[in-house]
Every structure is written in structure tokens, then in C-alpha cells.
């Protein structure tokens, strides 16, 4: 949670270039936001609660300066005010720090400092850190105030401090939160994803955790928890910049909506030869493959809703058993591993700090963990065994479009690799993965209807989504997209289920959106949806092409499938955008829905 951004340089320009990454980063946190730049006179500071377009109000004084910090936040100790806005500084204001993540013994140290004659001037936990520096000195020697005030600190964070002392230096450490070093010419960033430099440089080197970095201009160090000075890899992503931006939508998710057709496309690139998968390209092994014997996956929101999908594709395709769990409960349930168990953690940012509590839970049963995600050089992509992308691009809005249905196609992509590696390959399904892009055309050209139907579903309090099999996991995330950006009540329900219970909540005019694309079940699925009609409900179904005309619902949107096993992020598309507009009809803030961030790195 919360974004950071860092800047030094030879020339005077920290401020635009902090700012513009600080914006980009507003999807990590939006509830306030600051630049600190450390200039010779001392510390110059601009903060303010709210977003990123109330700090620009206020940062036209701040005189210009080579080296800065920046940060938006997501608060966690403290309510977003001006006074608990990032960077703090010490009692003098010679040192600043941003933080993203928690400090967990801070009342302690804040006692500690206090009793020694420090001032706090915040609520939050990240104040203790300018102060511990000014303990040991930093205003003079950052780096080995660093140093000591590491061992001080206990939690999971990232953070970086200047002091107006040394303006051409930003030291960083990180622990647990994402933390990258950017690559630039007589100039290097910092910042908590690529992103924020993205428009500078390709280029970047992703912090371990337990290492700390001094970065100047034209150099950086790295130590890692040991002390030792080490070499880490330099990673190239292939985005460009203008991936990271709207791209002339009204907002990130519509186009992470439309561009989908794409993201299929580059998930898919290189890894289908003729009739079968490329296994080596998932990073697994056909060796692995074929000794795995259960797959527990783990996963949070969205992902996990990905993950029951998954589920349902491997154990149809290929037989192997398969487990689905929520990171958060996953994580303290002191599971039973069996030997053989391939651990899947799937997330998007993988960054999520439950997902990543499992894959190092895994990991110390000895179990081969798997990450599936879309950030290179991401805590799970360096944590995990084995690794495999998504390729789906930058997803900025944090309702999750393409990363999820990018993770359906891997998750595809492994059923159909470990049927290979047992001789039960699929080369009909591989055939129908590679018609996807085109069919994920056809069906963003249709949806003037799902228009329609978002603005007489705004008018709702309540909405039901059911399915069964693949579409009840579709319907959970359906459900999930609505309840996030347009804050109305919804919940999805196995269609079986509504007569347990649920069906006494359907009225007069109820609407209950009814997905059936898995077609071997369609008698079973319209059985329900008729207990639906009869207590009065409206039914809006998203339902496979081929299913008759005279099925008993009441507003319809046609999915060309081919088979649920492939098919299924076809059916995405509606769902995403009936969330969308939605929301867009009851003008609620899309891309950055209340209480909520991209990446949730706190427990
Ligand atoms: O980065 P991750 O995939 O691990 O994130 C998991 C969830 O926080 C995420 O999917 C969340 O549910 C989204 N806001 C859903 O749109």
C-alpha cells in the first residue's frame, strides 16, 4: 500500500519528475500525498491530504532542487490528514523519509524518542523513522544512520530518506514492500513499481529484501541484510509509456477492458506450438510437470476468483486434484501439504502480503511454489520457485480486468501443459486458445447492450449473480467488479443454492444476473432462474450464443463459446463492463474506488 518515488540527479528537475510518478502511483493509495526535496537550506516540504491534484495546488512555491522524495498514501496508522501526510521529517527538518508498509514496534520507539526530547508531530508509525536518524545522526551521515536505525525497525516496509546535508544522495532499504532502483542518465529514480519511471527508463533494478541502496546520480550500492555489498540483476521490461496511460478512455479500466484482446494475445505469444503448450515457456519443467500430484492454489480477490477457475479447468482437463484457498485464511489454517503438491500463488501485483505469507509458508513445508503474476521483479516472482507472467501490461485501475483474465489463460495454459506431460494433450483446446483474441473482439463490438442494462441496474440497491460450475466462479467475480466500483450491495450464489436460503430475498423486480455458458448445465441453470421469475425477479443473463431463444430471461447478452474451458474470460467482458457503467452512471470515481488500493501489502 502506499506509493514512493525517489529522485536524484545533476540537474535541478526532482519536482516534475516525483510528481509525475507520484501520479502514476495514485492507483497504490490516493487518501493524501508529498514531496520532500532536499535542498542545502534544509528540507523543503509539500503535503496535502486528498489526491494527487491538491498537492499540485500547493507545489508552486517549492523552489527547484536535484534530489527528492515523494509519496501517496494509503493510510494505515492514522487518518489521512495534511499533519499525517508523507514525508516526516526530524525535530529540525533536515531529514525526510517516505514509507510504504508498517513499522510494528513504533509505539515503542516514538516512547523511546519522545523520552529523549524528539517531537511527533503525526499519528503515523513512518515518524519515527526521520527521528531514529536524527538519534543517530543523519543529518550528517545518512547512510549510516540508516544503518542502525535499521536494526531498530521491525515489520515489513520500504523506505527512503534525505537529508538536506547531502542532496545528492537517496537512501533506500527495503524489507518486505516492493522497492525498485531506476536506471537513468546522470540521474536514478526510485520508486515502489516501474510505472513511476517508466517514461525514463526501461531499465531498473528490483531491491531484495533486507538490502539497503545509497543511489547518486550516476551510481548505486546495494548491501544486503548481511552487510555485504552485492550485485543485483538489471531487469528491462518491454512496456512503453503509453501502456501506463489511459490512452484517450475516460478511464484506465475501460481501456484495461478493451485492450484485453491483446493482453490474450502477448499471454499467448510464443507459448502454443501447432497442437500443444510450450511447457518450458510457463518456467516449469516437463519433469515437474508430470510428478505433480495436487495443486493448492492461493490467492486474494480477484485472483482468487481466477484461481476457481483454474480449479475447475485442471481437474476437468487432466485429473489432478486441486485446492483453492484465500491467501488471508490460507495462511493460518496450518494446512496439510502432501508431498507432490505444486503451491500456486496467483497475483497480479504479487505483491499481496498474504499471498506471499503462503508461498513462504510452502516453502518451508518444501513444497515447489509457482507464481503467477504480472509484475517483473515482484516479491512472488523473485520469492517463488518458478514463475510465469501474465503479460497482461500495466494494470493501473484497481478494479482487476485484464490481469485476471490473463491469469485464467496461464492457468489454461498449465492444465493443458500437464496433460501433455502425461500424453492427454488437448489440441482442440489449444486451437480454441488461439481463437480467443479474435472472438474477444467480436464480443467488446456487442456491448452497447451492457450500457443498457448498467443504467437500469444503477437504480438498485441489491443485485444476485448466479451460476453453476464455471459460471458461479464467474459470477463471484462479477459480483465482486459491481460491489467495488459502484458500491451496490451484490453476491453471487451457486443457482442451486438460492432455494437454501437466498431465494426469500428475490422480489418483485429483483434483478439476478444468470450466467450459463456452461451449456451441460443450462436445464439445471434456467430450472433456477424460473424460481427466480416466479417471485417476481428480472433476470439479465450472459449466456453461450448457441443456447435456444425462448430461454426464460428477461434481458440477454450472447457469448460466442467454444468450450467453458477456454472460453470463459469471453464471458468476463460483460460482467466487467456492466460494472463499469454502472458505475460511470452513478459518477463514482472508477479507477480509484473509496477505501481501496491496487496492491494490498499490509495483512
Ligand atoms: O495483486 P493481487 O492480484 O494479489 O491483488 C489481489 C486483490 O487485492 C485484487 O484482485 C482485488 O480484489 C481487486 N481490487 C479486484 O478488482
Redesign the pocket.
Known sequence: MCGIVGFVGQKADALPFIFDGLKRLEYRGYDSAGIALALPQGIAIRKSKGKITLLESVLGSLPPGPCGIGHTRWATHGRPTDQNAHPHTDCHGEIATVHNGIIENFQELRAELIAAGHQFVSDTDTEVIPHLLEHYGGAQDLESAVRQAEMRLKGAYAFLAVSSHEPDKVVAVRRTSPLLIGLGKNENYLASDFSAFLAATRRAVAMENGDMAVVKPTTYQIWDAGGHLVDRPVIEVDWDIKQAERGGYPHFMLKEIMEQPEAWSDCLLGRLDGGRVVSSELGLSNELLSHVSRIQIV?????YHAGLIGKAIIERVVRIPVAVDVASEYRYQEPVLEQGTLVIA???????AD?LACVRMAKEEGRVTYAVTNSVGSTLAREADAVVYTHAGPEIA???TK??TTQILVLSLLALALAQSRDMARPELVQMLRELPGLGHEVLERMDAVKTMAEKLANNHDVFYVGRGIDWALAMEGQ??LK?ISYIHAEAYAAGELKHGTLALIEEGTPVVAIITESTLAEKTVSNILEVKARGGEVWGIVDEKLPSTLPIDHRIDIPMRSPLVSSVLAAIPLQLLAYWTAVTLGKDVDQPRN?A???TVE
Do not use: D, F, P
Not at 299 to 303: D, H, P, Q, V
Not at 346 to 352: A, K, N, V
Open positions: 490467492a486474494a480477490g480477484t485472483a496467483i497475483s497480479q501485483s504479487g505483491e499481496t499471498t484497481v478494479a482487476s490481469a485476471y465482486l467488479k467495488e481501496l491496487k496492491s494490498v
